[in-house]
């Protein structure tokens, strides 16, 4: 018996087009799960690089900045896929400004969609997941759950919001059968660190500071998400994982 083979399980994949969320979503499939990809942009080459795996697939179009697609999210799930085992809430957005500056919009916007959105989505399959008496919740937290950045006010209030929702929610479904834990990514390279990339010295600032050397590829983060995604991780409750390259041990 292989602990992490998700054969037979069905993931739902929020932000599932690019970046993380695409390569969180092949990993999953690559290990054996039917996928769920959530979003608001076509998932055709999402799609496309499932289909070799012969997994199942399945888009649902759905804006998470508000709450109102959550219950859809799930049900429809069930109805197509016939179970929910997997959710890895991984959508986010960030917004750069000075603190001095940062605007009321900038602040909702991001905390609904890194925080208030993520729960009512794990609220909703939670429902499901206690019926089933089994279930992974993965969150996609952030080095900003444990450090403070700059200029990015609501996404560090997000992001180590998420930290302690996922402690919270690990408390209280731990002895249902659900497992909820978080994965803190380093920099990678995705549009969410377009900006820091193009700017020469932050870029080279922190790949300084990066033990491994080198920004992270979308890829190497699969496995951490396979993991606490599988029975490998059945006795992991609560936990944010950094997969940094080694950022938070310098
Ligand atoms: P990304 O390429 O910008 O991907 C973000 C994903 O979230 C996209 O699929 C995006 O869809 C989706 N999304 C955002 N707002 C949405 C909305 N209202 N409705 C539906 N989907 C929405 O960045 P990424 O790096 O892969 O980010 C994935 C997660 O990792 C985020 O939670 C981010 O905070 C976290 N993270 C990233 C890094 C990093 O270094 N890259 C580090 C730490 C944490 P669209 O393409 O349609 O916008």
């Not at 890895?88 to 208030?116: C, H, M, P, Y």
């Not at 209030?157 to 998420?162: I, T, V």
């Not at 803190?184 to 377009?194: E, I, L, Q, S």
Request: glycine fraction near 10%; charge should be neutral; charged fraction near 20%.
């Amino acid at each position: 018996m292989n602990p992490f083979d998700l054969a037979g399980q069905t993931a739902i994949v929020t932000g599932a087009n690019t970046g993380l969320g695409q390569a969180i979503a092949v990993a999953l499939a690559e290990a054996g799960a039917d996928i769920v990809a959530i979003g608001r942009s076509p998932m055709d080459e999402t799609q496309t690089k499932i289909a070799p795996l012969k997994r199942r697939f399945h888009a649902i179009k759905a804006d998470l900045a508000t709450t109102e697609p959550c219950a859809r999210i799930v049900e429809e799930t069930c109805d197509v896929m016939g179970r929910c085992d997997i959710l890895i809430n991984n959508a986010g957005i960030i917004r750069r400004a000075d603190a001095i500056e940062f605007s009321e919009a900038d602040w909702d916007q991001v905390i609904d969609t890194n925080l208030k959105v993520p729960f009512f989505l794990a609220q909703a399959a939670a429902r499901v997941m206690l019926k089933q008496g089994r279930g992974k919740i993965v969150n996609i937290a952030s080095l900003l759950s444990f450090q403070g950045g700059i200029r990015i006010p609501s996404y560090t209030a997000s992001k180590s919001g998420l930290a302690g929702l996922t402690r919270l929610l690990a408390c209280e479904w731990a002895a249902k059968g659900i497992n909820v834990n978080a994965i803190a990514p380093g920099y990678f390279v995705t549009n969410n660190t377009d900006a820091l990339r193009a700017d020469k010295e932050r870029n080279a600032a922190i790949l300084a500071r990066i033990p491994a050397g080198h920004w992270g590829e979308p890829q190497e983060i699969g496995g951490a998400a396979v993991f606490l995604s599988s029975r490998a991780s059945d006795y992991v409750h609560g936990i944010v994982l950094p997969v940094d390259g080694g950022w938070l041990a310098r």
